[in-house]
């Protein structure tokens, strides 16, 4: 399994931007779709977004499109997760994940990082 650690969490207003990372324990990832989750207080984990092994190709969820935008420095073995015009509802655990396909991504990915705290206030 590759390790995956995520930062750039926080407390924000609504309206305002945020990115996350994610960084990755080895040069392997690179070949790997990597995506986000999250998971809300008292809500099961959810699909965010995805993106293939050379970025060429990204995936979202309905919700989100519009305002996040998922990319990946495969040089820094790091993936991204930029959040605009953030509302409350955006608060949750976000969750970084790598798995062989992006659609093994959205659905089982075979590893997971510890997750970093995102709070929207009104």
């Known amino acids: 399994q590759v390790q995956l650690v995520e930062s750039g969490g926080g407390l924000v207003q609504a309206g305002g931007s945020l990115t996350l990372s994610c960084a990755a324990s080895e040069r392997t990832v690179s070949n790997y779709a990597m995506g986000w989750f999250r998971q809300a207080p008292g809500k099961e984990r959810e699909f965010v977004a995805a993106?293939?092994?050379?970025?060429?190709?990204?995936y979202y969820r309905d919700s989100v499109k519009g305002r996040f935008t998922i990319s990946r420095d495969n040089a820094k073995t790091t993936v991204y997760l930029q959040i605009n015009s953030l509302k409350p509802e955006d608060t949750a655990v976000y969750y970084c994940?790598?798995?062989?396909?992006?659609?093994?991504?959205?659905?089982?990915?075979?590893?997971w990082g510890r997750g970093t705290q995102v709070i929207v206030s009104s």
């Open positions: 993106i293939t092994w050379r970025g060429s190709t990204t």
């Open positions: 994940a790598a798995g062989r396909t992006a659609t093994e991504v959205a659905t089982t990915p075979g590893s």
